[in-house]
């Protein structure tokens, strides 16, 4: 495997700056994209309806998630009903639990009923992926989150738990497993190889896809010739 074109694996771009997100959407590669309240937040977004409708001008072909941001559940179905009407390409997403721990489990069956394309988010253990896709309707399009780089930054291997979400989401057809918030270019393939269909990558690992395949003696040299480049600069003397 020596090119992103080889992976079965759909890459999503996961960022909230226009031009980023603009930038991936071009790549052939880029199927989807997603973005958060807290990358929206980073990057100086302040009116939320604004930019997700000046984004969907120029992306109506590709789907594209977008969070609701309420900790109440009667708000968050309003927020996703008017979030669901911005675009045929639109995926509202979902906390799996609001701030109290209440789970999303109803309000997914209730959205779901009226065909609303849910993504649901932020899952970390087997048993939130099988109440999700319990709830979800197996006909209706829909994308489940489970945050395999937080997973694996509490000392966890991801791999494992990830290749049997892929097994439990075979109850909702519809459904496709996303390899959420990776932390390196190598999760795209550990996905790719346990059958993940999606996995939502930043812009930052995205550029680092030129590497794959690139000859590791090389890639040596390149760290020597950096080193000493940067040491030159820097006018160190000993």
């Given amino acids: 495997m020596n090119t992103a074109s080889d992976l079965k694996i759909k890459i999503f771009a996961d960022g909230a700056d226009k031009g980023g997100m603009l930038e ?3 790549k052939s590669f880029v199927k989807g994209l997603t973005t958060n309240p807290t990358l929206m937040k980073k990057a100086g977004i302040t009116d939320y309806r604004a930019f997700c409708k000046d984004i969907l001008v120029s992306i109506k072909d590709k789907p594209l998630s977008f969070e609701v941001f309420s900790d109440d559940f009667a708000e968050m179905e ?5 979030i669901a009407s911005w675009g045929d390409n639109v995926y509202v997403k ?5 701030t109290k721990r209440e789970t999303c489990y109803s309000l997914v069956t209730k959205l779901a009923a009226q ?3 849910l993504n ?14 319990a709830s979800l309707d197996p006909n209706v399009p829909s994308y489940v989150s489970v945050f395999a780089g937080r997973i694996a930054d509490t000392g966890r291997d991801p791999v494992p738990l990830m290749a049997a979400a892929v097994e439990q989401l075979k109850v909702a057809p ?17 996905a790719d190889a346990i059958g993940c269909q999606i996995i939502t990558v930043t812009n930052d690992i995205l550029k680092k896809l030129s590497l ?5 003696d090389e890639y040596s040299l390149d760290t020597v010739k950096m080193f000493y480049n940067d040491a030159v600069a820097a006018g160190f003397k000993l």
């Fill in 115 to 117: 065909q609303v394309k």
């Fill in 94 to 98: 979902i906390p799996v639990t609001n």
């Fill in 174 to 190: 519809a459904a496709e497993l996303i390899w959420a918030s990776p932390r390196e270019l190598m999760n795209i393939f550990q």
């Fill in 120 to 133: 649901v988010t932020a899952l970390m253990t087997l048993t939130q992926v099988r109440d999700v896709a």
């Fill in 78 to 82: 309003r927020q996703a009903l008017e």
């Fill in 212 to 216: 794959v395949g690139y000859d590791l």
């Fill in 24 to 26: 991936m959407y071009a």
